[in-house]
């Protein structure tokens, strides 16, 4: 009975102070770019999913006798040396860039999560080999491995997802050693043992609050970073086996037709700028309200 | 540590690096869909002959068993192919069978290091003084337009500010600069310039924080305590300490600006290493494509290596390990 006494104590004494919210989006609105960023992305998102329905040509859909022809109100971003018409081609490769640069971030924060949290926690020779790798895998260009592993394994969507995320996880690795070795041994868990706390709710209460938000910043700054090395597959006739657009092949062949036909490349580089831009600017605005204090 | 003990370390880390890189390439590469180091592709490829000519259908066959080696086993295959890279000896491509890789790398390689080791400086020479500006001129709008203009330097890749380039120079304001091939010093003025928009980004940030940060210190306000000039402090104080830490940052952008280089030479048609790789990609020279990626990554290596001898040089705290 005495317990029950203490749980619940005098109405009067209970604070009904509002606990302040994160207040990151207060924080995050105050960088325009930001915002704007964020708006694009959305946008970009909203594409992907609905960009093939409301595509008014099937990407694959040739006609010669439409061949290079400059934007007019039938084809708004005009159309390649085939006919294929580049608004449609642009609408069905956001969809393929998405699912490329989100899978294969999924793959590299998987693998280096995995590796980041057997280092940090095992320590020692573990340790040891992650880190000579992690340092491997940053001062090789990776991009090389990258095309070797889409030789061998293909040009469709998934062997470029697996290739670029296979090969993309050193940062995350180390991103999460580091936190998982500050976390492991900090005050705070110690504390939260002492108080009789279980592994669990350490877990849930203490490390993945303080974990969150940092994870959520290095994603972010990976989805750019992918759609970069994805297009730039297709910079040298390694990237997505057409017909299958692709911002990077329309980028490819507008630089070999831009001085006749420079709509090619109006759109579709114009449209790739601004979305990696918009990915960076969110990135960054994540990170300043987030994640105030980790540097990168 | 001393020195030479150091480097001899480092490089046989980046042997040990070689040797897997060419090993993994290797044994990846001929497993890769169409066959390539592979005696039933080869007879295949020969096709007719053997009903045409079963006596020189079976010399060619023993030719290129020989001259590949397709006979012995996979792992002795690996090992001899890791030691003919490593002495240079790479042999010929399949596509150019009359020129040795080693002569195509001889005139490719210069031509991509030129453009690596041009944009790098170029990136060191306008990006340090970029960050210095935005430094002083912190929190005004001289400051957030040189932050915006170097996120998107590191935004854009270089291929879509090349595409962006031939379009400029060669259609709206054609004439200037040659947007196609090599041959001229003005061949190598786009490029280069495409090609450090990334790193000038890099740098600039780096400069304006680490140099934000050292003004902050309390040898700075000695200084000024003691009436030295502003641009004395800012230079003697602060700039000449971020400098020196300004190393460990254009390390790790080799790797990019390496494959910048690449992509690069794709777009402006350049004879470099990189237009040598695409082609033998594309055209699945898988021997051409091996070593291309062999020499890329040691020049990063040995780029990332230099560095780290200079770091210790010009920071004595520095510790090598």
């Known amino acids: ?296 | 540590m001393n020195l030479a003990l150091f480097i001899g370390k480092r490089l046989l880390t980046i042997l040990i690096t070689v040797v897997a890189i060419l090993a993994i390439s290797f044994i990846m590469m001929r497993f890769a869909p169409g066959g390539f180091f592979n005696s039933a592709t080869i007879a295949s490829g020969l096709g007719t002959l053997a009903l045409q000519n079963p006596h020189l259908y079976q010399e060619y066959l023993q030719m290129f068993e020989k001259q590949y080696g397709l006979n012995q086993p996979l792992w002795r295959q690996t090992l001899t192919y890791v030691w003919h890279s490593l002495t240079f000896n790479f042999g010929t491509s399949f596509e150019n069978p009359s020129v040795p890789i080693i002569t195509q790398l001889k005139t490719a390689l210069p031509i991509s290091a030129l453009l690596a080791g041009g944009s790098i400086v170029l990136a060191l020479l306008i990006g340090i003084p970029l960050g210095v500006i935005a430094a002083v001129k912190r929190n005004t709008w001289i400051d957030s337009v040189l932050t915006t203009l170097s996120m998107t330097g590191q935004a854009i890749p270089s291929y879509v500010l090349g595409v962006i380039a031939v379009l400029l120079f060669g259609v709206w304001i054609s004439g200037i600069l040659p947007v196609n091939g090599w041959g001229t010093p003005a061949d190598a003025v786009l490029p280069i310039v495409c090609l450090s928009a990334g790193n000038i980004g890099v740098i600039t940030r780096y400069m304006r924080s680490s140099l934000v940060e050292g003004l902050r210190q309390e040898y700075i306000r000695t200084a000024e305590a003691k009436g030295i000039r502003y641009w004395h402090i800012i230079w003697r104080h602060g700039i000449r300490n971020s400098l020196t830490a300004l190393i460990t940052v254009v390390g790790p952008t080799f790797a990019f600006t390496v494959v910048g280089t690449v992509w690069v030479e794709n777009i402006f048609s350049i004879p470099g290493l990189g237009t040598l790789l695409a082609n033998a990609f594309t055209s699945d020279d898988i021997p051409l494509a091996i070593t291309s990626v062999y020499i890329l990554s040691l020049m990063v290596m040995l780029m990332n290596l230099i560095v780290d001898i200079t770091y210790s040089l010009l920071d004595p705290r520095v510790k090598l390990r």
């Open chain 1, 1 to 296: 009975m005495a317990a029950k006494t203490l749980a619940a104590p005098p109405a009067g004494l209970v604070r009904k102070t509002k606990r302040p919210r994160f207040g990151w989006w207060s924080r995050y609105r105050r960088n325009k770019l930001a915002v704007f960023g964020l708006g694009w992305v959305v946008l970009f998102f909203i594409i992907g999913v609905i960009g093939p329905w409301i595509a008014p040509h099937n990407y694959a859909y040739t006609n010669f006798l439409a061949a290079n022809q400059p934007p007019s109100w039938q084809y708004p971003f005009g159309t390649d040396s085939v006919g294929h018409d580049m608004l449609s081609e642009i609408l069905w490769s956001v969809q393929n860039a998405l699912e490329i640069a989100l899978g294969a971030t999924f793959i590299s924060f998987l693998v280096g999560a995995a590796l980041g949290l057997w280092a940090g926690l095992k320590g020692g020779i573990a340790d040891q080999i992650v880190m000579r790798l992690v340092d491997f895998m940053y001062a090789f260009p990776t991009y090389f491995l990258d095309l070797i592993l889409v030789t061998t394994f293909g040009r469709g969507l998934a062997p470029i997802m697996f290739a670029i995320g296979i090969t993309g996880w050193a940062g995350y690795a180390r991103l999460i050693r580091g936190l998982t070795l500050r976390l492991r041994e900090g005050e705070m868990v110690e504390a939260a043992r002492a108080l009789g706390s279980t592994q669990r709710h350490i877990m849930i209460a203490y490390l993945w609050p303080n974990v969150r938000n940092s994870m959520l910043v290095a994603l972010a700054f990976g989805i750019p970073g992918d759609l970069t090395v994805m297009a730039g597959l297709s910079v040298v006739g390694m990237g997505l086996r057409p017909p299958l657009p692709s911002f990077g092949n329309m980028i490819a062949q507008a630089g070999t037709n831009v001085l006749g036909f420079p709509w090619l490349l109006y759109f579709p580089a114009g449209i790739f700028a601004i979305t990696l831009l918009s990915f960076l600017f969110v990135a960054e605005g994540l990170q300043e309200a987030l994640d105030p204090k980790g540097g990168r």
